[in-house]
C-alpha cells in the first residue's frame, strides 16, 4: 500500500517536472532518427544481401543494433531521473515526511524506483513500437525481440536500482547523478582491460554489464545473465533501503 | 500529569546527533485535550524532541509512548495517529496544494470521498481555495505554512506536533491558528506546540515545558501565569478587601499599595476595576504582571549565556 502511495506521488512529480519530459522527448527523437537512418540504409542493401546469400533480415541488421543504442541512453536517463528521487527528498527536508506518516524505508525506496522505472519502461515501450509496426510488412524474429527487450528492460531496472542507491548516499541530487554515471562506467568498463589482453572469462568479465546484456540482444536468455541482473538490482536496492533506515534511525 | 493513561509519554529519551547529545534522559506526559508549549532557546533540542514525537526519527535510548504503544515497535501508529507540522514545512514543491493534500492522504492509506470533502472543507478553514491549484514551489511562506497545516489535520491526528506553526502567518492568521488548536484540544486531540513567542503560548497553551541544553528544566500549568494583573491603589488596605471583590480568585500582596491578582475564568481586567471602584478603592493603574513563563524562561536563558560564556572562557 506504502509502496504504492509513494510510487503514486513520485511519478506525480516526474509527470509535472520538465526534466522527465525533456528526457524523453529527446530519446524518443533521437532514437527515431537512428532508426529512420538504419531502416534506410537496410532497404538500400536489402538486394545485394540478398543476393551475396546473408540471411540476416530485418531483426539482426535495424531493430537489434537499434535497440543497442538504447543502452546508450540508458546511461544517462537512469541516473538523471533517479537522482533527486532521494536526495532530493533530503536536501527538500521532506523525507521525514515521510517517516512520520509510517512510511517504512523499505516502502520509500521502491516506491522511488518503480516510479522512475516505469517512466523509462514507457519509453521503451513507444520505441519499440517502432519496428512493432513494420511487421505489417515484413517478419520480425519475434524471439529475438523479446529477448532484447528484455534485456534491455533488465539493463534498465539495474541502471535506476545503482542511481536510486546513489541518491540515497548522496546529499545533493547533482551528486547522486555524477556518482550513478561512474558506476555504471565502472559496471560498463570494468572488462575492457581484460578483454584488451585477451582474457574472455574471469571474474572482470562476469562483472561487467556487457556480458550479461549482449548475449540477449542476439536471442540468448541464460540464468547466468538474470542471476547477475537480480544480485545487481538487490545489492543496490538494498544498500538504499539500509541507508534510508539509518537516516530514520539517526536522523542523517 | 498524573493522567494514569496519557495520549503521549516521553520516558527517559535520549538522542545523540553529530557526536552531540541533543536530548538527554527526557520525561514529558501529554493528555488529551492539553495543549503543551514546549521553549527553549536555539539548540535547546526542541525540534529533534519534535521529530521523536512524530515518529519522524527515533530515540537513541528511552521510548516514545502514544496510547501506551511504543513508536518504535509499531511505526505505523505514526500513519493515522500523529499530525506533524515540522519547522519551515518543507513541502514537494513540483505538486499542487491539492495534489500536496492528498499524496499525504494516500501516503497515510486514506482515499474516497470523505477525505475530499475533509480536503476541501480544510482548504476553506485555512483560506487555501485560491491557492489550491497553484504549484507550492510559488507560495508565500505563510501559505506554505498553512498547507504543511493542512497536510497536519487532515487525517484528523489525535495528536497535532507543531513545530513554530505561526512562521509566515499574519496576525490575522495567527489568531485563527490558535481558535483552531483550541478548538481541536477541545476535541480531545493533544497539542504539542513549539515557539519562541511567549504570547502565542500563554494565548493557547495550558502547560509549559522549557528545554535547556536537552534537558528539561521546567514544566508546569499556564493557568498561574494566566490572567494575573498588577492592582496599584492610591492607598494601602488588606488584602483581605481585594479577595472579596468578585472577580478576584487570587490576591498576593507586593507591597504596600500593590497587589499581584489571578482573576476568575470569565473576569477581566475592566470587570475588576469596575469592582474596585464599586468597593470604594483608589484605583491607581491595572497591568499585567510579567509572568511566570516569561521569568522561567529568562532565568534559563540567561543562565545558558552565562554558562556558555564560562565554558568559552575556561576553553
Redesign the interface.
Known sequence: MSVRAVMGYEWCRLWTRPLGWVLAALTMAGMGWEFLLMLNQYLALQVRLAAAGNTSGFTDLVTLPWLALFVIAAFVLAPLLTMGALAGERRGGTLPLLFSAGVSPTAVVLGKYFAALLWQLLILLLLLAMPVVLAVVTHPDWGKLAAAALGLTLALAALNAVGVACSAFAGHPALAAAGAFVVTALLVGVNKLALADGAIGGIANWLALSTHLQPMGRGLVSTDDLVWFALLIGTALLLAIRRVGDERTRGG | MNDPSPLLQLERVS?R?GGRTVVRELDLRLARGQVLGLLGVNGAGKS?TL?MM?????PDRGCVRLQGVDLAEQ??????D?G?L?E?A??????NVI?HLD??A????LRGAAVRKRRDALLERLQLQREARR?VAVLSQGQRQRVGLA?ALLHEPPLLVLDEPGNGLDPLQAAQLRELIRERAAAGCGVVLSTHLLPEVTAVCDRVAILHEGALRHDAPLHAGRDRLLLTLAQSVDAAHIAALTPVAQVQAQDACRYAITLRDDADAPALVQAAVAAGLAVAGVQPVAGELEQAFMRIATQHAASASEQAQAA
Open positions: 538522542r546527533l529533534t521529530a512524530a515518529g519522524a526519527q527515533q511505526p505505523q501508529r505514526a500513519r493515522t500523529i506533524w515540522p519551515r518543507p513541502l514537494w514543491p513540483e505538486l495534489e499524496a499525504s494516500r501516503l497515510r492509506g504549484l497536510c
